[in-house]
Every structure is written in C-alpha cells, then in structure tokens.
C-alpha cells in the first residue's frame, strides 16, 4: 500500500534552516506528483509547494517563494523541501502528499516543525 | 488566498445525517468541478474521501456524499457512526496564485 513518511522537522530558531524528506513507498514513484502541505497549530490546511512527476513543473505558496524549495529523487524514492530563512508563522506540521490528477490522494503523518528562539 | 470556510463543529446521533459546508468563492468552489474532502483523525494520515465534487474513491463507503451549489460545497455523512468521529476538510483547485486551497476544518462529534 502507498506509504509516505516524513521526517527532519524539529526547532529551528528564526532565520535558520531545515530539510525534510519524505520516503515513499508503495508506488511508481516517478509516475506521481508530490506536494507539500503544512497545518499550523490550531489552523487549517496551507498548501506549500508542488513538484511534477518528472520535475519539470513546479509550484510554491507565495507565503513560502524565495525561501523553500522543493525537488524530488526518482531513483531515492523521495521528495525534499529545503527551508531557509525560517519564520515563527512557519511554525507547522509539514504533510507529504502525493496525487496523478487532481486532488492528492495519499497523505503521510506529517513532521513538526517549529521555529522559535 | 483566503481558506475555505467551514463550520468549526458539526455533532450528531449514531444513524442520523450530518451535512458540513464549505464556503468558497468563485475562484474557487464557484468555477471548478475539482472540490475533494478528507477525513482526518488525529495522528493519522488524512485520507481522501470525495474529489470532484461528489466521486467517492475505491473502497469509500457509500454513507459519503457530496455535492456542490454556487460557492458552496458540502459534505453529508448519513448513517453516522462512531469511526467517523474526525475532523473534515474540504479542498478546492483555485485560480487565485495557488493550487489548492483548503477548508477551515471541521470536528464531526458523534454523540
């Protein structure tokens, strides 16, 4: 079955940087697209970035352009999102998603991430 | 771009029918086909429960429904059950400098 599991979340302070991956499994890997998508505490769902199956195309979040970016492994199976210049709103649990069309059909658990002095 | 807007809770009675609205604009909800929601119990991963409006994914149980009027898509859970206690979030494609935008959520309490 389709498996996503994050990790490299933890505290970071503002101004800082942080990588995380996500390992999948389960699928043709290179057949799907990947996004990120972050759930600060007590808030809705935000949409970060997305990245195509082969790359080519991808998409950020304007909170987030400029200071994350997004790239897949093909071969590794995975899916990064470098973050840099971190703030307290980018303060979430960061979701692994993944999709063919449309919508994303599988979600991992997701990895915490928080910035704080 | 605003979040979708979503009661915060939504509670009923094992068997009854609970709907959850989800608010939107028409850049969003209004325009597109492409309106999905997910169950989410907590520690878990969300999982896809309707996309395009109102097609339910393999292995969905058909007690899900969902439809879409002007800006507002909802959710109906019938026969409610005791597993569906979660939270909800709805999602739509936008045209708004963003791929998606999702919903404020909502807790379904089964009492």
């Known amino acids: 079955q389709v498996q996503l599991v994050e990790s490299g979340g933890g505290l970071v302070k503002p101004g800082g940087s942080l990588r995380l991956s996500c390992a999948a499994s389960?699928?043709?890997?290179?057949?799907?697209?990947m996004t990120w998508i972050r759930q600060a505490p007590g808030k809705g769902l935000e949409w970060v970035s997305y990245i195509s199956d082969t790359a080519t195309t991808i998409y950020y979040a304007d909170s987030v352009k400029g200071r994350f970016t997004i790239s897949r492994d093909n071969v590794q199976n995975s899916l990064y999102l470098q973050m840099n210049s971190l703030r307290a709103e980018d303060t979430a649990v960061y979701y692994c998603?993944?999709?063919?069309?449309?919508?994303?059909?599988?979600w991992g658990q997701g990895t915490l991430v928080t910035v704080s002095s | 771009q605003s979040a979708l807007t979503q009661p915060a809770s939504v509670s009923g009675s094992p068997g009854q029918s609970i709907t959850i609205s989800c608010t939107g604009t028409?850049?969003?909800?209004?325009?597109?086909?492409?309106v999905s929601w997910y169950q989410h119990h907590p520690g878990k991963a969300l999982k896809l429960m309707i996309y395009d409006v109102s097609n339910r994914p393999s292995g969905i149980s058909n007690r899900f429904s969902g439809s879409k009027s002007g800006n507002t898509a909802s959710l109906t859970i019938s026969g409610l059950q005791a597993e569906d206690e979660a939270d909800y979030y709805c999602?739509?494609?936008?045209?708004?400098?963003?791929?998606?935008?999702f919903g404020t959520g909502t807790k379904v309490t089964v009492l």
């Open positions: 028409s850049s969003d909800v209004g325009t597109y086909k492409y």
């Open positions: 389960g699928f043709t890997f290179s057949d799907y697209y």
């Open positions: 998603a993944t999709g063919r069309v449309g919508p994303p059909t599988h």
């Open positions: 999602s739509s494609y936008t045209s708004i400098n963003t791929l998606w935008v």
